[in-house]
């Protein structure tokens, strides 16, 4: 069974407007595709759509982006509420759905009744198991990791995931596709928490314990990782951007999966904080105010 080249990927159906979702569909429309993006409301979609068109305008008041391309990114983008629409003729389908099995699984479920044998189905889980959630569907092996980082448009790194059935033809097409859109990739097994979300969230976990402790103050213990270590940012502030319900969920997914996962066991501190509702940046509040 051929798959789409990187080079003859021409539409690429994004499910899931939020952060993550908008982000791709930025990239793969900057890099010449036809672009749907499609959530649950057109609330979703629009606020999706404005968000792209507003990174587009920074880019270009930086000197990032020309105007040429900011009007021809714009142009291949289109929304739409039904999932159906979106993905019909596509050659890419990418997931960006909140981080449940149940909910990828309907998506791909439904995915697969209407496109191609031939499509590739991608998924921006960053810990759930690629083969589980590729399980339901007929011809499993085109289903792939595609992780993304926040924010998308800014961030190199595309992390590709690849289970036991995961077919050699759509793992090359996808490094080829991942360096079309400006991304470089590594290439891992599933297994869980990957690369990237199993080192990140162990030191993100060590740093919620150590504010739990009175060790140092969270923008202390940041300080510490983005001065003494070069890191971009300190673990705390982007457990904020991230969300801290976001992370504890995926700390117990891994705590519960990892032979050795106690040093996963979320911290009580991490589970009071969600449960008050402070859940970072979305929220106003987490480890800093926003």
Not at 56 to 71: E, I
Not at 88 to 114: H, M, Y
Not at 257 to 280: I, N, S, T, W, Y
């Amino acid at each position: 069974m051929s798959e789409p080249t990187a080079d003859n990927i021409s539409i690429v159906a994004v499910i899931g407007a939020g952060t993550m979702g908008h982000g791709i569909a930025q990239v793969c429309a900057m890099a010449g595709c036809t672009t749907r993006l499609t959530d649950l409301g057109q609330a979703q979609v629009d606020a999706g759509l404005t968000t792209i068109a507003s990174n587009l305008a920074k880019g270009v008041a930086r000197g990032k982006v020309t105007d040429a391309d900011q009007q021809a990114t714009i142009a291949r983008l289109s929304g739409t509420t039904s999932l159906e629409d979106a993905v019909r003729g596509a050659d890419l389908v990418i997931e960006a759905a909140p981080e449940q099995l149940a909910i990828k699984r309907d998506i791909f479920t439904r995915v697969a009744a209407v496109v191609s044998e031939r499509a590739v189905l991608g998924t921006n889980t960053s810990s759930l198991s690629i083969a589980d959630i590729a399980a339901p569907i007929p011809n499993p092996s085109r289903v792939i990791g595609l992780h993304f980082f926040n924010p998308v448009h800014i961030m190199k790194l595309l992390e590709i995931v690849v289970a036991e059935q995961t077919r050699d033809e759509v793992t090359a097409s996808m490094r080829a596709f991942a360096e079309r859109i400006g991304k470089q990739p590594i290439v891992v097994k599933d297994a869980p928490g990957f690369a990237t979300s199993r080192l990140g969230l162990v030191i993100g976990l060590e740093a919620i314990r150590m504010v739990e402790q009175g060790v140092a103050s969270a923008q202390d213990i940041d300080k510490a990782m983005t001065l003494g270590y070069g890191f971009p940012m300190g673990p705390l502030k982007l457990t904020d951007l991230v969300g801290l319900d976001v992370r504890l969920s995926i700390a117990e997914y891994l705590a519960s999966k990892l032979e050795q996962g106690a040093h996963f066991e979320p911290p009580q501190l991490l589970r009071d904080m969600v449960a008050q509702g402070k859940l970072g940046k979305k929220s106003g509040q987490g480890f800093y105010e926003w």
